[in-house]
């Protein structure tokens, strides 16, 4: 059973960089798409990007000059980076692995809040 | 980017009812690119449906996707106690990947 977990610091300060990971147990890191999707509080989930094992990425517009994903095949894991943040980017973040386009393993998700 | 629509906001169902729940697409998502997610209090959103009408694995039969273009339902049978969640779909056909704003399904 493919198994996913986020971690990072929970509180993050205005204008730094967060930063999280995703270990992933259970099953390969090579040969599949990892995705960021994240859900502030009372709204609807936010697709982050994506990254393949070779490196590849693919980012929401929304976010691509603040964000960067990357994967490490050597640790089964695979990060997250979003610079400049605000409070508008406080969230639960959650990591997930992409099949044919749709989101088949979650982490649990972990809560990201934006404060000073 | 494509703007999913899902109806109603709330439903307000009894268990062994049937649940239909709508999600509307701002422009047609070709190849029914097109999941279901189910997600409890504080839990992390589990697929239900993909292809638009394809279970996942493990998913029970109750649980029915269909629609192309950009109407789609996902339809719950009968309703058991532990389908009282939020329900969440997707499209994957274009970039970004948009998610609708939920229907919560609630014990009436």
């Known amino acids: 059973q493919v198994q996913l977990q986020e971690s990072g610091p929970g509180l993050v300060k205005p204008s730094e960089t967060l930063s999280l990971t995703c270990t992933v147990s259970g099953g390969p890191i090579s040969g599949y798409y990892w995705s960021w999707i994240r859900q502030p509080p009372g709204k609807r989930l936010e697709w982050i990007g994506y990254v393949h094992y070779s490196g590849s990425t693919n980012y929401n517009p929304s976010l691509q000059s603040r964000v960067t994903i990357s994967v490490d095949t050597s640790k089964n894991q695979f990060s997250l980076r979003l610079t400049s943040v605000t409070a508008a980017d406080t969230a639960v973040y959650y990591c997930?692995?992409?099949?044919?386009?749709?989101?088949?393993?979650w982490g649990q998700g972990t809560l990201v809040t934006v404060s000073s | 980017e494509v703007v999913l629509t899902q109806s109603p906001g709330t439903l307000s169902l009894s268990p062994g009812e049937r649940a239909t729940l709508s999600c509307r697409a701002s422009?047609?998502?070709?190849?029914?690119?097109l999941a279901w997610y189910q997600q409890n209090p504080g839990q992390a959103p589990r697929l239900l449906i993909y292809?638009?009408?394809s279970r996942a694995t493990g998913i029970p039969d109750r649980f029915s996707g269909s629609g192309s273009g950009t109407d789609f339902t996902l339809t719950i049978s009968r309703l058991e106690p532990e389908d009282f969640a939020v329900y969440y779909c997707?499209?994957?056909?274009?970039?970004?990947?948009?998610f609708g704003q939920g229907t919560k399904v609630e014990i009436k």
């Open positions: 997707q499209q994957y056909d274009s970039s970004p990947r948009t």
């Open positions: 997930a692995r992409r099949r044919y386009g749709v989101l088949d393993y």
């Open positions: 422009q047609s998502i070709s190849s029914r690119f």
């Open positions: 292809g638009a009408s």
